[in-house]
């Protein structure tokens, strides 16, 4: 399965380490060179030499989106920092590129709801920790 991160913080390299180590091709794509560095951390080879694929660039251009390989994407993934980033490149990738599997992260518990509604796959890490937090406090 090709797979496609788009934002190469703790959550997309995290992401990304894990499904490289699970067999699958994956690319990632971020604006910031340095970033890359997150893909390297302790492993015992380069990202590169370990089958991966990086492509510095901005995800709302379509031709940095071709170039970290959507067209052959079977999951996309959605992790940069920003909402409305995430959103709009999701959209993209279901709706131009028909990526069968789209993944978008969230902050905003109402955005994520609907956009869920739309078909994107979302997660909420705000609406998890409300989640826990009400588990917590509301606990008998």
Not at 81 to 97: E, H, M, W, Y
Not at 102 to 129: F, H, K, N, S
């Amino acid at each position: 399965m090709f797979i496609l991160i788009v934002g190469c913080g703790r959550v997309g390299s995290a992401v990304a380490k894990r499904a490289l180590d699970a067999g699958h091709e994956v690319s990632v794509m971020d604006r910031d060179p340095l970033s890359h560095e997150r893909l390297d951390r302790d492993q015992t080879s380069t990202w590169e030499d370990a089958g991966g694929r990086f492509t510095v660039g901005t995800a709302l251009e379509i031709d940095g989106l071709i170039e970290a390989g959507i067209e052959q994407a079977d999951v996309f993934m959605a992790a940069t920092s920003g909402d409305n980033t995430n959103l709009v490149i999701s959209q993209i990738a279901q709706r131009r590129f028909r990526v069968p599997r789209v993944v978008v992260r969230v902050a905003d518990p109402a955005r994520a709801a609907w956009y869920a509604e739309q078909g994107l796959q979302t997660i909420c890490p705000t609406q998890v920790a409300i989640d826990q937090a009400e588990q917590v406090l509301l606990a008998p």
